[in-house]
Nanobody
Framework: QVQLVESGGGLVQAGGSLRLSCAAS????????LGWFRQATGKEREFVAS?????????YAESSVKGRFTISRDNAINMMYLQMNSLGPEDTAVYYC?????????????WGQGTQVTVAS
């Protein structure tokens, strides 16, 4: 079974950028579709973006991140990324990577432990 570890979170000023990484261990990384989710304090965890097994098909949460965030993966090194630009305080949350399934690959199955992103205004 794959295990996922996120990194790259931190404190950034509004308007800045961060790149999150998700490292996977275990076999058959390329057989999983993957996604990023986030959970702000006091709110439910929400879908951010997802990517198909070969990295060609991607989906984004339309209203909140599309156009600012880019998801990508490198199957050769078992890594997935989330490039986040034009960050605002509303993006402050714990970000999780996950293996995914279902419509728009938006349903999570196996979770990482999360990485905190804090955007200062």
């Amino acid at each position: 079974q794959v295990q996922l570890v996120e990194s790259g979170g931190g404190l950034v000023q509004a308007g800045g950028s961060l790149r999150l990484s998700c490292a996977a261990s275990g076999r058959a990384f390329s057989t999983y579709s993957l996604g990023w989710f986030r959970q702000a304090t006091g709110k439910e965890r929400e879908f951010v973006a997802s990517i198909g097994r070969q990295g060609v098909i991607t989906y984004y949460a339309e209203s909140s991140v599309k156009g600012r965030f880019t998801i990508s993966r490198d199957n050769a090194i078992n890594m997935m990324y989330l490039q986040m630009n034009s960050l605002g305080p509303e993006d402050t949350a714990v970000y999780y990577c996950a293996t995914t399934y279902g419509d728009n690959y938006s349903h999570a199955l196996i979770w990482g432990q999360g990485t905190q992103v804090t955007v200062a205004s």
